[in-house]
């Protein structure tokens, strides 16, 4: 789980960069945006701290709150939605693997059918 925090309160944006520290990354790079102030676009992206009815966290809360409401974000929304987008090139780089090696067993088997008519021919004649 990677999160970027963009909390217009600096002591909440510190406590969570130190709460989360292993999971903190650049904006760009991120799964889930933690705020303390809606935004407009409600992507599922955000991750809503406060005490207005639609938070996703209400204040106060301790670190095993804040890492299990994410985990349950994460499980609901992002989490879905990267399978999503990882499973179908995925399937075809394994339809491409099992074709390869059907074919590959095909050929050998040709192969070994070959060689045993070709010595069965020659022990005949």
Known sequence: MKIAVACESLSLQKA???FLAH???PLKK???VIVDTMPKNKNIRY?????EENA?????????????????HYKRYIAPRKEQRNTQPSLTILEQK??????EYQ?????????????????TN
């Open 47 to 51: 991750f809503f701290i406060g005490n």
């Open 98 to 103: 099992i074709e390869a090696l059907t074919k």
């Open 23 to 25: 999971h903190v990354v």
């Open 16 to 18: 969570l960069e130190l």
């Open 30 to 32: 991120c799964d889930i």
């Open 107 to 123: 050929n050998n088997l040709l192969h070994i059918i070959r060689e045993h008519y070709e010595t069965d021919k020659k022990a």
């Open 56 to 72: 996703h966290l209400h204040k106060p809360f301790s670190k095993a709150q804040l890492i299990l409401a994410l985990q349950k």
